[in-house]
């Protein structure tokens, strides 16, 4: 194949330098289309061939890490998980997730959706701390509990929801969709005690109270979580609250895990790294 | 007042507007329909009509309940707007007290209205 063969795709790259550059601006480069090639490669390419100065955040190249998040033809998108050859086009625009500052070119500021996140307590709220930091036992869990909050881990907090929000893009006291879906993956959580602590911050102004029900944030996730619904059901579990008509349980017990054969085809756990007395 | 509790009273409202608007639209505006299974008025808006209505303790009470619910959710709807627009606090704070003077002010004026209403109707009848 002669090199005039090869398949070119041109990246319209949006290039910003605070400190350097008095507004962001575009740049365009032609690279050589390779197949299966995804945005995240185009990127590199970019930058061995013509771009060496070019920064964003990548990490995993496999769509778990979340770091690649970036607005790929006017939709946040991650940028490992999208193939050049499904935009169906041959100009790939690449410009930094909206409604986040910009630290330089494609890299987003992502530490005010973070400490909002930290605000809304994700993560397991129990009595027993002893337990929860030198586990002996298990927290009991069925299938069908589970189910309740399954989709809404997947997330992986790569911001792509925050950079399609509506109502994040013009209204700051919003906590936005990530931060609250995560609010109610563990208010959800069968294992979780910790409603009563996270009422007191969801029930205030920067709770779901805002969403507008826009459902960008489902559309674009990259996992198929759907925030909307997780803000959804979240104004009615609090709202039942206020009216005094939520189901009140405790959470999940301590018990033993489940004896008899172990089953030959599960490997056993690796040992413990941590947390050794 | 807290957003959740706010917010509850928000949609509370729109329930019971849900009710009564649709009372309303019905007694004022389907009396043709009503008409044809032998219910309603012929003219809801006749002197007399409206005279009966304003004496009725039950039109005055859901007058009321109509008026409250509608202000409370109009401005509650209204402020929203207005916070969007990221205030600061000292404008949130006058937006707040503004709108709440002015709704209470409102609902005062309607309720009086409404309970003025059948003595102005004996003097009009």
Partial sequence: MTDAA??????????FEPGVDRAPHWESHAIPLTPGMTVLDGLWKLKELSAPSLAWRSSCRMGICGSC???????????????ISELGTDVVAVAPLPNFAIIKDLVPDLRPMFETHRELMPYLIRDD??????????????????????????????????????????????????????AQRYNTDSRDGGFAERKEVLSGGSGPWRCHFAGECSQVCPKG??????????????????????KRRDPAPVVQPPKGPRREEIPAAPPRTAGEA | MRDRTLWTWHIGAGLVILVLLGLHMTIMHLNATLGLVGVGSDEPIAWENV????????????????LGAALFH?????????????????????????L????????????????????AASMGG
């Fill in chain 1, 6 to 15: 090869v398949k070119q795709v041109t990246f319209h790259v949006r290039r």
């Fill in chain 1, 69 to 83: 998040g970036m607005l790929i033809n006017g939709r946040p998108r991650l940028a490992c998980n999208t193939q």
């Fill in chain 1, 129 to 182: 701390v002893a337990e929860q930091d030198d586990p002996t036992l298990e927290y009991w869990q069925s299938p069908h509990e589970l189910e309740h909050y399954l989709q809404f881990s997947y997330c992986i907090k790569c911001g792509c929801c925050m950079a399609a929000c509506p109502t994040v893009a013009t209204d700051p006291q919003y906590a936005g969709p990530m931060p609250l879906g995560q």
């Fill in chain 1, 225 to 246: 979580v759907d925030p909307a619904k997780a803000i959804q059901l979240m104004k009615r579990e609090l709202v039942s609250d206020l009216l005094r008509m939520r």
């Fill in chain 2, 51 to 66: 005279a009966a209505r304003a004496g009725s303790i039950f039109f005055t009470v859901t007058y009321v309940l109509l």
């Fill in chain 2, 74 to 98: 109009g401005f509650y709807g209204f402020r929203n707007i207005l916070m969007e627009l990221s205030p600061g606090r000292t404008l949130r704070t006058i937006i707040n007290v503004g």
């Fill in chain 2, 100 to 119: 709440s003077l002015v709704g209470v002010a409102l609902f005062v004026f309607g309720t009086w209205a409404a309970l003025a209403a059948p003595g």
